[in-house]
């Protein structure tokens, strides 16, 4: 049996958690795709990462939840034994709207979608950690943006997840485990539908330095960087995608 290192990612059926699976999986790590409701979609990107000769194991759970992500984590144990890498990559956004017209039902899902997870399965990974590892957060632009007029609970998530990142970074060291995070920008993904404007990408693009929206993969190599031994001296670290914003 191989020895291969594993990963583990977060929100992997689709966009830029699938597209961080497929670059772990090229790169010789088992992985598990976790999703929680696209099971369809998941199996695709596990199929897709199987063809790199790694083992790839799919499971479910809404990482918002502690009774799932600690049942998520018991099934990763069984199955691979130990986890290298935990990539905190699920998130989600509501409809573009401002401040004034938001419920606190949505308010509330965004905030544990988007930062509750992150403290949860960080929790659960660092207990499978014992030689230490690397947990790297998806962040985003909108961070340092605020969003406003759009989805200022989203960004300010996001805000949260860039502390986190800096807490759990100093908390973890004597560990040997790793806390870095990247923020995307504008990338490519149906995240934009769920915000009501599919073509966001596209109507924004122009104002970004480098003139156009990002891919998938290119957020992926950017977090198989901050995960892995080329990054061994980096910690609490922060890398934009996000062409020059
Ligand atoms: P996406 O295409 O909407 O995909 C989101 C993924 O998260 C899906 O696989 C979804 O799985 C999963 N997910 C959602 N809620 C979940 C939950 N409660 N439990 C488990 N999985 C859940 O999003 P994306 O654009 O790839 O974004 C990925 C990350 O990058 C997010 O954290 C996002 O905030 C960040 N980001 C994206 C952009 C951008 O321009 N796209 C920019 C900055 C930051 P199911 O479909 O199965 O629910």
């Known amino acids: 049996m191989k020895n291969n290192p594993v990963a583990l990612i977060t929100g992997a059926s689709r966009g830029i958690g699938a597209a961080t699976a497929i670059h772990f999986a090229r790169n010789g790590y088992d992985i598990c795709i976790n999703y929680n409701v696209d099971h369809q979609s998941?199996?695709?990107?596990?199929?897709q990462?199987?063809?790199?000769?790694?083992?790839?194991?799919?499971i479910q759970a809404n990482v918002s939840q502690d009774s799932e992500v600690v049942a998520m984590f018991k099934k990763l144990y069984s199955i691979f034994g130990k986890l290298d890498v935990l990539v905190n990559n699920a998130g989600i956004l509501k409809p573009q709207m401002p401040l004034l017209k938001m419920s606190a039902e949505r308010i509330n899902t965004v905030l544990t979608t988007n930062i509750t997870s992150a403290f949860l399965c960080s929790r659960e990974a660092v207990k499978l950690m014992l030689a230490g590892g690397s947990i790297v957060n998806v962040s985003s632009?909108?961070?340092k943006t605020g969003?406003?007029?759009e989805y200022i609970d989203y960004a300010a998530s996001k805000g949260a997840i860039d502390t986190f990142t800096i807490g759990l970074a100093k908390e973890l060291a004597a560990r040997n485990i790793r806390v870095n995070c990247v923020r995307p920008g504008l990338i490519y993904t149906d995240m934009h539908s769920d915000g009501g404007e599919p073509n966001r990408v596209d109507r924004l693009k122009h104002g970004l330095p480098l003139g156009r929206g990002g891919k998938p993969e290119e957020v992926a190599s950017a977090i198989y960087f901050l995960a892995s031994s080329a990054a061994s001296f980096t910690t609490g670290s922060f890398i934009d995608v996000a062409g020059g914003s």
């Open 141 to 143: 632009g909108a961070a």
């Open 42 to 47: 998941a199996k695709q990107v596990a199929q």
């Open 147 to 149: 969003s406003p007029h």
């Open 49 to 58: 990462a199987s063809n790199y000769g790694v083992c790839v194991e799919i």
